[in-house]
């Protein structure tokens, strides 16, 4: 415990309401709270918020009212005060342009919630994919003792002889609809059984990544990442969680102590092993960086290379979230990559790591399905799930999910398909006119942070109508945008610097040849520095400045992909 923490005011007295007289301002809202028929004695106990990011445009979380109730079980239990506290929420598939672009709103809503209001500790409930990063951010920046709480992924359905679950099994299908193979009655019904329960995706897209993060970096509790949103041990969790926050209000344990360079590594190896989602790498570095930690894509390949991918589970294995929990969950990860990980990194729990596999291995807790996880020496893949790439089109580099790739495509050069934007893709994607051939490459451009679209999930360009009845799987795909961690295919991501900032990728035309070589970690487009620097002098920004509100301090302040994707003004320097 520091001496700040020695000295801070507790409780409501903590953060005053400003009137000029102390005395008046705690008494004053001691009033006002026991205006909601509070005792004295409850109010003098430890105040433990609950940051509550449930909506009517967040399906992922709607089972949050009976988790925050275990939660306050919790708390109560333990000798604490919950006091539950709304958020910004931000429901995937209902946020325009994307919810990419409010991830740092949320951010900045949870820090300054946390900072503004009288608590001693925070849990922070989420899950769906950009709010678990949103409230790391928030907490690390606000640095008050925190434990997240993952909603937990869906359950798959059985659906005509197989297992169906969002969303590795809702491309699938979709693409299968763009063949021609599923017609458009399959494809409604098939559209009501793929998420037919509360929780985030059910594969290791983002959500159940960024779940699996958290557990890695320490700042959910121990075997919290997998279970499933309807599972009972959830409910569990959540009470736990409480309970703990109620432990970090007397003895704190800061964010800023757990989220450390070793932390930091550590889920990275996790994300590498896992096969986890491309977006982890933007959300991880955000989040890292607001605690001053530096995440190169550097240091991801030097990891990837010697971390292997020991899950089997979609899009890149067989299996689903709700198997790995009962695989023995990430603690059976953890356990076969102990010997590549910081074991001294400090956890939300007080205990490190190491500690915590020591005990567990200690309670007998070691089972595992190797079917689903497989042991270090016995990898599904020898090297990790990601890759960053570099080279005259990427010159601040890209990310390649190799483990979702196919390797044929991974030393390749190629002609150029370009899609100037989103809209340009959606309008001339499937026209019989369009010149594509399989072995092209497509490339689009301005769909980057500063596009205007925000990066969304559009880097998994879909396969040409023509090509896809052809029997066409997969092709090398090229973009500033991201991707969702539930897709497939052989799709560079993240070009930096993007295209609406003038990066080389703005400067590619129709027929160009580009050179991908996964080996060598590049990426290339094969023109002479004579003709760049004439299509550099011709380039203009694809859109002006927005005229007000978020938008604009959004585009004025958002940064590029290497850098998370932040706010310049809320990245905490390292020298600082």
């Not at 967040?58 to 275990?70: D, K, S, T």
């Not at 080996?519 to 004439?534: F, N, S, T, Y």
């Amino acid at each position: 415990m520091t001496d700040r923490d020695e000295q801070a005011p507790k409780g409501l007295g903590r953060g005053l309401t400003n009137y000029g007289d102390a005395g008046f301002s705690l008494y004053l809202r001691r009033s006002f709270a026991k205006s909601m028929g509070y005792s004295g004695e409850m109010l003098a106990r430890p105040i433990v918020g609950i940051a509550d990011s449930k909506s009517g445009f967040n399906n992922c979380h709607r089972h949050f009212p009976e988790l925050i109730e275990a939660v306050k079980r919790g708390v109560i239990a333990a000798g604490g005060l919950p006091l539950d506290f709304p958020t910004v929420s931000l429901g995937e598939v209902f946020l325009n342009p994307t919810s990419m672009m409010f991830r740092n709103l949320m951010s900045i809503d949870v820090e300054e919630m946390i900072r503004a209001q009288p608590m001693d500790a925070v849990v922070l409930v989420g899950g769906c994919d950009k709010t678990v990063p949103a409230q790391l951010m928030g907490a690390a920046s606000a640095d008050r003792p925190a434990v997240q709480l993952l909603a937990g992924p869906m359950m798959p359905t059985s659906f005509r002889g197989e297992r169906l679950g969002a969303c590795t099994d809702c491309r699938r299908f979709w693409a299968m609809h763009r063949a021609g193979t599923v017609d458009a009655r399959g494809i409604e019904e098939i559209e009501g059984n793929l998420a037919t329960t509360a929780g985030t995706c059910a594969v290791m897209g983002t959500a159940s990544t960024m779940a699996a993060i958290a557990e890695a970096l320490g700042m959910a509790l121990p075997g919290t990442a997998a279970i499933p949103a309807v599972h009972a041990d959830r409910l569990r969790a959540a009470e736990a969680s409480g309970a703990r926050a109620v432990a970090l209000a007397r003895a704190p344990i800061r964010p800023s102590q757990v989220i450390t360079q070793a932390a930091v590594e550590n889920a990275l190896r996790v994300l590498l092993a896992i096969g986890g989602s491309t977006n982890a790498i933007v959300h991880l570095t955000a989040i890292a960086g607001r605690v001053g930690v530096e995440l190169s894509l550097e240091r991801l390949n030097a990891l990837s290379d010697a971390t292997p991918v020991l899950v089997n589970l979609k899009p890149t294995g067989a299996h689903y979230m709700s198997d790995l929990y009962a695989a023995g969950g990430l603690s059976a990860v953890l356990r076969e990559l102990k010997p590549l990980l910081a074991l001294d990194a400090l956890t939300v729990t007080g205990e490190t790591l190491g500690e915590r596999l020591a005990r567990e291995e200690a309670e007998g807790a070691t089972w595992v399905d190797r079917e689903v996880v497989r042991p270090l020496d016995d990898p599904i893949e020898p090297v990790g799930g990601l890759v960053a790439l570099f080279g005259s089109l990427a010159p601040n580099g890209a990310i390649l999910k190799r483990s979702a790739a196919d390797p044929k495509l991974f030393e390749r050069e190629g002609r150029a398909v370009v899609f100037r934007s989103l809209d340009d893709l959606a309008a001339r994607i499937d026209t019989p006119e369009l010149d594509v051939r399989p072995e092209d490459f497509l490339v689009l451009q301005n769909a980057g942070p500063k596009s205007g679209y925000a990066m969304p999930e559009a880097g998994y360009l879909p396969i040409p109508a023509k090509l896809a009845r052809a029997g066409v799987k997969d092709m090398v795909r090229i973009s500033d945008a991201r991707m969702s961690g539930t897709a497939y295919g052989t799709i560079v991501l993240h070009v930096s610097p993007e295209a609406a900032v003038g990066g080389p990728l703005a400067l590619v035309h129709d027929g160009d040849r580009i050179r991908l070589s996964v080996k060598e970690r590049r990426i290339d487009l094969l023109v002479g520095d004579a003709e760049l620097a004439r299509r550099k002098a011709q380039w203009a920004p694809p859109l002006g400045r927005p005229a007000r509100g978020y938008a604009q301090l959004y585009m004025d302040h958002v940064l590029q992909a290497e850098n998370g994707c932040d706010f310049d003004f809320l990245r905490r320097q390292a020298d600082v």
